[in-house]
Protein backbone atom coordinates (compact mmCIF):
# COMPACT_ATOMS: atom_id res chain seq x y z
CA UNK A 1 0.00 0.00 0.00
CA UNK A 2 1.46 3.63 -0.81
CA UNK A 3 2.57 5.57 1.72
CA UNK A 4 -0.05 7.73 1.07
CA UNK A 5 -2.42 10.41 3.96
CA UNK A 6 -5.01 11.16 2.59
CA UNK A 7 -6.30 14.43 5.04
CA UNK A 8 -9.82 15.71 5.10
CA UNK A 9 -10.39 19.08 6.68
CA UNK A 10 -11.75 22.42 5.43
CA UNK A 11 -9.36 24.29 7.68
CA UNK A 12 -6.02 25.18 6.10
CA UNK A 13 -4.55 25.11 9.63
CA UNK A 14 -5.40 21.97 10.44
CA UNK A 15 -4.24 20.47 7.51
CA UNK A 16 -0.81 22.05 7.71
CA UNK A 17 -0.29 20.99 11.28
CA UNK A 18 -0.74 17.75 10.62
CA UNK A 19 1.19 17.51 7.35
CA UNK A 20 3.98 18.87 9.50
CA UNK A 21 3.58 16.77 12.37
CA UNK A 22 3.24 13.57 9.54
CA UNK A 23 6.36 14.82 8.43
CA UNK A 24 8.00 15.40 11.24
CA UNK A 25 6.75 11.50 12.60
CA UNK A 26 8.16 9.87 8.99
CA UNK A 27 9.11 12.47 5.96
CA UNK A 28 8.55 9.53 3.44
CA UNK A 29 5.21 10.01 3.57
CA UNK A 30 2.78 12.15 1.09
CA UNK A 31 -0.19 13.75 2.25
CA UNK A 32 -3.12 13.92 -0.47
CA UNK A 33 -5.50 16.90 0.52
CA UNK A 34 -9.64 17.54 0.54
CA UNK A 35 -11.46 20.04 1.68
CA UNK A 36 -14.96 18.39 2.17
CA UNK A 37 -16.41 15.03 1.51
CA UNK A 38 -17.36 15.70 -2.04
CA UNK A 39 -13.12 16.14 -2.83
CA UNK A 40 -12.15 12.99 -0.82
CA UNK A 41 -14.64 10.70 -2.45
CA UNK A 42 -13.59 12.09 -6.21
CA UNK A 43 -9.52 11.55 -5.05
CA UNK A 44 -10.89 8.22 -3.75
CA UNK A 45 -12.01 6.94 -7.17
CA UNK A 46 -9.16 8.34 -8.80
CA UNK A 47 -6.87 6.05 -6.33
CA UNK A 48 -8.72 3.08 -6.85
CA UNK A 49 -6.89 2.85 -10.33
CA UNK A 50 -3.54 3.69 -8.87
CA UNK A 51 -2.53 3.57 -5.02
CA UNK A 52 -5.10 4.12 -2.25
CA UNK A 53 -4.05 5.94 0.71
CA UNK A 54 -2.32 4.32 3.96
CA UNK A 55 -5.04 6.54 6.05
CA UNK A 56 -7.28 8.67 5.54
CA UNK A 57 -7.35 11.57 8.67
CA UNK A 58 -11.45 13.02 8.21
CA UNK A 59 -12.45 16.05 9.66
CA UNK A 60 -16.52 15.54 10.54
CA UNK A 61 -17.71 19.39 10.98
CA UNK A 62 -17.41 20.59 6.30
CA UNK A 63 -19.19 21.98 4.00
CA UNK A 64 -20.64 20.51 0.98
CA UNK A 65 -20.43 17.13 2.47
CA UNK A 66 -19.57 16.14 6.00
CA UNK A 67 -17.15 13.90 7.88
CA UNK A 68 -20.10 11.68 8.32
CA UNK A 69 -21.89 11.41 5.03
CA UNK A 70 -17.86 10.48 3.45
CA UNK A 71 -17.61 7.79 5.92
CA UNK A 72 -20.53 6.17 4.95
CA UNK A 73 -19.86 6.52 1.80
CA UNK A 74 -16.62 5.05 1.90
CA UNK A 75 -17.84 1.93 3.68
CA UNK A 76 -19.74 1.31 1.30
CA UNK A 77 -16.83 0.68 -1.54
CA UNK A 78 -15.41 -3.03 -1.36
CA UNK A 79 -11.93 -1.81 -2.18
CA UNK A 80 -12.32 1.20 0.15
CA UNK A 81 -13.35 -0.70 3.40
CA UNK A 82 -9.69 -2.00 4.63
CA UNK A 83 -8.65 1.58 4.55
CA UNK A 84 -8.03 2.65 8.18
CA UNK A 85 -9.94 5.87 8.67
CA UNK A 86 -9.63 8.44 11.81
CA UNK A 87 -12.08 10.87 12.21
CA UNK A 88 -10.27 14.36 13.89
CA UNK A 89 -12.49 16.32 15.20
CA UNK A 90 -13.35 19.00 17.94
CA UNK A 91 -16.52 17.40 18.86
CA UNK A 92 -16.76 15.47 21.87
CA UNK A 93 -20.49 14.98 21.18
CA UNK A 94 -21.42 11.24 22.38
CA UNK A 95 -23.48 10.57 18.98
CA UNK A 96 -20.06 11.43 16.72
CA UNK A 97 -18.74 8.29 19.21
CA UNK A 98 -21.56 6.13 18.18
CA UNK A 99 -21.17 7.19 14.41
CA UNK A 100 -17.82 6.07 14.66
CA UNK A 101 -17.75 3.25 17.01
CA UNK A 102 -20.77 2.13 14.42
CA UNK A 103 -18.65 1.96 11.33
CA UNK A 104 -15.67 0.82 12.91
CA UNK A 105 -13.50 4.20 12.63
CA UNK A 106 -11.58 5.64 15.73
CA UNK A 107 -12.36 9.20 16.59
CA UNK A 108 -9.62 11.33 17.67
CA UNK A 109 -10.03 14.02 19.70
CA UNK A 110 -8.03 17.20 17.76
CA UNK A 111 -5.25 17.79 19.89
CA UNK A 112 -4.38 21.12 21.31
CA UNK A 113 -0.67 21.56 20.56
CA UNK A 114 1.99 20.80 18.41
CA UNK A 115 3.68 18.18 19.77
CA UNK A 116 0.54 16.83 21.16
CA UNK A 117 -0.24 16.00 17.41
CA UNK A 118 3.04 14.97 16.71
CA UNK A 119 2.58 12.18 18.93
CA UNK A 120 -1.59 11.73 17.63
CA UNK A 121 0.56 11.33 14.03
CA UNK A 122 3.25 8.78 15.17
CA UNK A 123 0.29 6.68 16.81
CA UNK A 124 -1.98 7.03 13.76
CA UNK A 125 0.79 6.24 10.84
CA UNK A 126 1.19 2.27 12.63
CA UNK A 127 -2.05 1.89 10.90
CA UNK A 128 0.16 2.22 7.48
CA UNK A 129 2.55 -0.88 8.33
CA UNK A 130 -0.60 -3.01 9.65
Excluded at 33 to 47: I, M, P, R
Excluded at 117 to 125: F, H, K
Amino acid sequence: MARIVLCVDDDPDDRELIRNAIFKVDPSYSVAYATNGKEALSYLDQSLKTELPCLIIMDINMPVMDGKQTVAEIKKIEKLKEVPIVVFTTSNHPSDLQFCQRHGVELVTKPANFVQITSEAERLLQHCSE
